[in-house]
């Protein structure tokens, strides 16, 4: 059973200054330097006719894993994420998958402006680990470290547009 995830971060800067961000190869670049952990790497970046489509990579050491973790993955985790995002309404899709774990994590990003100012940036979704027994522990677990790597991202873009302002 598919474990449901949605989650809110807020900025100060408006939607269509975080929008411009996530869209920035220069600023994906600058994230995974300070957030990308082991082998961080953009695969791919493509900007055309009002769609950003990139592709990421980023690791995890084996022993920064819950012990869950490390007996299904054997080694280092191996994150990637691609995202796809569109011009009108600031609005995207991701799909995350990992390395040597049956599932992923498929959902929507909207970025909008906040009524008393600045913006949110919204992410809904599902994590589904078809793993029999460890499923439901690894999906809450995914849900998790998504919740809190969202949070770390959204403190760094914040950060980035306050250098460029």
């Known amino acids: 059973m598919a474990r449901r995830i949605e989650h809110l971060t807020t900025s100060r800067w408006p939607a269509s200054d975080v929008y411009s961000a996530l869209v920035d190869e220069t600023y994906l670049r600058d994230r995974l330097d300070v957030l990308g952990g082991t082998g961080a790497a953009l695969l791919a970046f493509d900007k055309a006719e009002g769609t950003t489509s990139y592709q990421l990579k980023q690791g995890v050491p084996a022993d920064r894993l819950p012990s869950v973790a490390r ?95």
Do not use: C
């Open 71 to 165: 007996g299904v993955l054997g080694g280092d985790l191996v994150i990637t994420r691609a995202e796809s995002w569109t011009d009108a309404g600031y609005a995207g899709t991701v799909e995350v998958t990992l390395n040597g774990v049956p599932g992923r994590l498929d959902g929507t990003i909207t970025v909008a402006d906040a009524a008393g100012g600045g913006s949110e940036l919204t992410l809904v979704g599902q994590v589904k680990v078809s793993i029999p027994l460890m499923g439901g522990k690894l999906e809450s677990l995914i849900a998790e470290q998504v919740v809190l790597l969202l949070d770390k991202e959204s403190e760094f873009t914040a950060e980035w547009l306050a250098h460029r302002a």
